[in-house]
């Protein structure tokens, strides 16, 4: 298990560093460096003042030498403008002799935001913390619901139980989150309808998150993941209940409920395990439109900001936290379906 987990974590970490290296080249093409020269400077400039900027501001370094400086392996740039000295690691007022010669990402220094002037990592852990708030109150619904639905429709595969709960499934599955989420709050937070029950929007739940405000934010992204869930579980459990020692139980006499209970559910939700985990890079998808739509400021929202602004330094602390998240529940998927499944075996 241990050299399971090295390999994994090693698995992770490359995979972490070829992204990271991915969205930093297409976050720092010419066309998205114009915009931020002339972000900071003005609209009006032209291309030489454009060219000067980049050069003074480290900007025409060669692609790799910039990653590095990002990521923390190589030193900041400095530029020497008659007496004075600026760089990527002086801070304004700064004894550049004082200041360090790395400051990167391996250093805690994620970079300033442009669009919100405030330090990345502190943008960051505020709106992942509101996302984060948001995704446990999805899953606290979403799990239970969808295992719920799919173990009554795998139980008695055909009947009508099994064909009205899988339609309803496939009817959400079907329904991307714009959507429903417009028509959720058209029918429950409008007058057009007259339904005024909730709030379509859910800026007042940053701070204050109630059932009014926060409920069609959580539903609109929980109804999308509860019929993907649905369907597998209930394609496990059908799988389950016509295995041998089910049939064998049958025979036995032991009741229909003990059956399900004690011996068909434990092995059904095996594989839903793997498919619950793996829905957190799509949550981490959903939230954009959900929050952009509902006005929710997470970090699905801040990506929208710094995407629309060409906030690189944003867009790249956003991008590795999501990259982070991906990996980490992958493993655990990994490692909790090891321990749910005593037929595998690790080599």
Known sequence: MLLFLLKRIGTMLLTALVLSFMVFFLTNQPPMLEKVAKYEGNSRMSDEEVERYLTNNGFGQPMLVRYGEWLGVLPGWTTERGDTISGRCIA????????PAYCGVLQGEWGTSRVFRDEVSTIVGTRLYMTGKLMLWVMLLMVPSALIIGVLAGMREGSKTDRTLSTFSIATTATPEYVSGVILIAVFASSAVGLKWFKGTATSAMENATFENFFLPVLTIALYGMGY????????????????????????????????????????LIAPFTVIMLQFPWLLNGVVIVETLFNYKGLGWALVQAAGNNDIDLLMGISVVSVFVVLVTQLISDIGYVYLNPRIRIS
């Not at 304004?92 to 200041?99: C, N, R």
């Not at 394609?235 to 003990?258: C, P």
């Open 92 to 99: 304004p007022g700064e004894d550049p002799a004082a200041a």
């Open 229 to 268: 869930i649905a369907r597998m579980t209930r394609a496990s459990m059908a799988e389950v209940m016509t295995a041998q020692y089910i049939r064998t139980a049958r025979l036995k006499g032991v009741s229909f409920g003990n059956i399900v209970m004690k011996h068909a559910l434990r092995n059904a």
